[in-house]
């Protein structure tokens, strides 16, 4: 694959992980029963900006995302998708509860730094 073929399939994948954490980031914030106004109040950001991260128009930080989190009450691997493409790391989908043996060792993976 040449350099520019990689670039494009890069930015594939960014496109889709972020879609991924859009759509994860609006099931969560339902599921708490909080608005986009009550998000954005509690993370400090604007409704349009919760509205554009959940509609694919705008990337949120890794702190960001770390924010929402702890607004939400989840563990911040939660918004991350499991897979991108053909790139997996597990099979969690959205909404899934797992056994706590397995989100320990998912917790064990993504605190090693890997």
């Given at each position: 694959m040449n350099s520019q073929n990689q670039i494009l399939s890069n930015q594939k994948l960014e496109r889709i992980l972020f879609e991924q954490i859009g759509t994860r980031i609006k099931h969560f914030r339902k599921q708490k029963g909080f608005s986009q106004e009550e998000l954005a109040s509690l993370v400090n950001i604007s409704r349009s900006s919760v509205v554009n991260i959940e509609?694919?128009?705008?990337?949120p930080s890794l702190f960001l995302i770390y924010q929402i989190a702890q607004a939400l009450e989840i563990p911040s691997y939660r918004l991350l998708p499991e897979?991108?493409?053909?790139?997996?790391?597990?099979?969690?989908?959205?909404?899934?509860?797992i056994e706590p043996e397995s989100e320990k060792l998912l917790k064990d993976f993504l605190n090693s730094g890997f």
């Open positions: 509609n694919f128009k705008q990337n897979k991108i493409g053909d790139l997996s790391i597990g099979d969690v989908s959205v909404g899934t509860e």
